[in-house]
């Protein structure tokens, strides 16, 4: 099959089995590069390992630390006609890394929220891990089946408290455009709070913990986007980052509960970047693609795999990290800073469909996008027949 990128709307429907390689093999060469994380951890599980910053933390676990890692992710499988989806890919990808470096690793395709795949990769654990020091909570998902009521709860991408209207980019058509975004009921606040928030966290920590899986002085981390005025009205102040104040919550709450094995539980601030959850929201492409070109211009930007090889270098595994006013690991402080904040303001302001591609970095963004479905790497030969059946 010769596969060509599919685009519709935020997202790219098919994926490219050997630039989905390309990308996990080049985070796994930059890790490898950067050296061994000192004191890292040994035993690894991963929620949602396949693509963005779950799959950056993995590979930072894997080739970083050594680390046995176990990782859960929700992927399509290919089939003779129709590709995987990317994260599938990369996850077939990640186990041919580690095999070659003589890593041990396992995965598990399904439904993160239930308690059937919580149970399995505790049987998997217990069988082969023996007691984990690393839980890395990296879901993002638009639903979740409540295990215990069956209900399923959608969340919502909208502002808290009165309508906003802002400028946005369209990646399918390279279009910007105004958006209305009318405020979001108690309802929609509540439910992407149960989606996005920290419930299934300290569920996944509870049954670890009562199966006797968790080693003393585990630590555990959800990522987080805080950001600043910009995103701050469709996101930080908004139904998702309601979500977000929750993982705070939960953090503490998780401290508190697990003192008994002296659990460290901190939520990650990490800076914004294009993932296929990023994708999604209003406003973040088009803020993106602007603080590309700044941090670009200022030698200061990061993908995935930086922003998660700093996480573990100076921020999990360090005695003493940066925290953000809410105790948070912060990382995100070369995106939010005054200087930089105040250089974005200012293209924001004067951004327009005709100069976008001249004042944002387009090429930057649309690369990157591109490049989470394999497409767009020089080395890859799109004009090849691949078999899309690649399995794991
Ligand atoms: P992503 O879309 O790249 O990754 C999501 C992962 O979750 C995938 O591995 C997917 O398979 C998995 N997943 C989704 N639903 C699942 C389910 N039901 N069961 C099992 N696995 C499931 O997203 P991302 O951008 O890497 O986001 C990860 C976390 O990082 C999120 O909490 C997000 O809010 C946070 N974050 C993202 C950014 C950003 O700019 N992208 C910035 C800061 C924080």
């Not at 098919?14 to 989905?20: F, I, M, T, Y």
Request: aromatic share 10%; proline share 3%; with cysteine.
């Amino acid at each position: 099959m010769i596969i060509k990128p599919k685009i519709r709307g935020f997202i790219c429907t098919n994926a490219h089995p050997v630039g989905c390689a390309e990308n996990v093999h080049r985070q796994v060469e930059f890790v490898k590069q950067q050296g061994a994380v000192a004191d890292g951890p040994k035993n690894v599980l991963v929620v949602g390992c396949s693509t963005g910053y779950g799959l950056a933390s993995r590979i930072t676990a894997a080739f970083g630390s050594g680390a046995h890692t176990v990782g859960v992710c929700f992927e399509k499988e290919p089939s003779e006609k129709r590709t995987g989806t990317a994260g599938w890919y990369n996850t077939a990808a990640f186990h041919q890394e580690a095999e070659k470096a003589g890593l041990n690793y396992h995965s598990i395709n399904g439904d993160a929220f239930s308690d059937e795949i919580k149970q399995e990769t505790i049987d998997y654990i217990k069988q082969h891990m023996g007691k984990i020091d690393l839980v890395v909570y990296s879901l993002a998902s638009p639903k979740r089946k409540d295990p215990e009521s069956g209900e399923v709860y959608s969340s919502t991408l909208k502002p808290v408290g009165q309508a906003y209207t802002t400028k946005t980019y369209h990646t399918d058509k390279d279009e910007v455009h105004d958006i209305s975004l009318e405020p979001a009921n108690d309802d929609e606040i509540a439910n992407t709070v149960k989606v996005m928030g920290g419930e299934d966290w300290e569920r996944w920590i509870k049954q670890l913990h009562d199966a006797g899986v968790l080693a003393e002085g585990c630590q555990t981390t959800a990522y987080t986007y805080i950001g600043k005025k910009l995103t701050w009205p469709i996101y930080g102040h908004a139904t998702i980052g309601r979500a977000k104040e929750d993982l705070d919550r939960a953090a503490a709450a998780l401290r508190d509960q697990y003192s008994d094995i002296d659990l460290s539980a901190y939520v990650s601030s990490l800076k914004a970047l294009v993932t296929q959850a990023s994708s999604a929201i209003p406003v973040m492409p088009l803020y993106i693609s602007l603080i590309y070109r700044v941090m670009k211009e200022e030698g200061t930007h990061e993908g995935c795999i930086e922003q998660i090889y700093r996480l573990f270098t100076e921020g999990l595994y360090q005695d003493n990290p940066t925290l953000d006013e809410a105790g948070r690991l912060y990382m995100n402080g070369y995106e939010t800073n005054e200087k930089t904040q105040a250089k974005v303001e200012a293209l924001w302001d004067q951004v327009t469909q005709e100069n976008f591609h001249e004042l944002a970095d387009y090429a930057g963004y649309h690369q990157d996008f591109l490049r989470l479905f394999g497409f767009g790497f020089d080395n890859v030969d799109y004009e090849a027949d691949v078999n899309p059946k690649v399995n794991w």
